[in-house]
C-alpha cells in the first residue's frame, strides 16, 4: 500500500480519481476501510493529511449492461 498527501481542496472520490484513475465504489469503500479516521476530515480535506492508498485493479470488473430485451 502507498501513502500520498492530499492538496488543497480534495475530497475523496478526486484523490482516488487522482492517484489510482478510479472513484467507483468499490475503491471509495477500501479506501474508507484504511482511513478510518479520514472522515472526520470533512467533506475537502485540507492540505498534507496523510492517506493510504488501496492496491486496486486499474480497471473496475466491467458489469454487463442490461438491454430492454433481457
Known amino acids: 500500500m502507498r501513502k ?3 492538496i488543497a481542496g480534495d475530497s475523496v472520490n478526486l ?3 487522482r492517484e ?3 472513484c467507483d465504489d468499490g475503491a471509495e469503500e477500501a ?3 484504511l482511513n478510518p479516521t479520514l472522515a ?3 467533506p ?8 493510504v492508498l488501496p492496491e486496486l485493479e486499474t480497471r473496475p470488473a466491467a ?7 433481457d
Do not use: I
Not at 475537502?44 to 492517506?51: E, M
Open 4 to 6: 500520498v498527501r492530499t
Open 15 to 17: 484523490l482516488l480519481y
Open 40 to 42: 472526520e476530515q470533512g
Open 63 to 69: 458489469k454487463t449492461p442490461a438491454t430492454a430485451w
Open 44 to 51: 475537502v480535506l485540507p492540505a498534507g493529511v496523510w492517506v
Open 31 to 33: 479506501l474508507w476501510r
Open 20 to 22: 489510482t484513475e478510479r
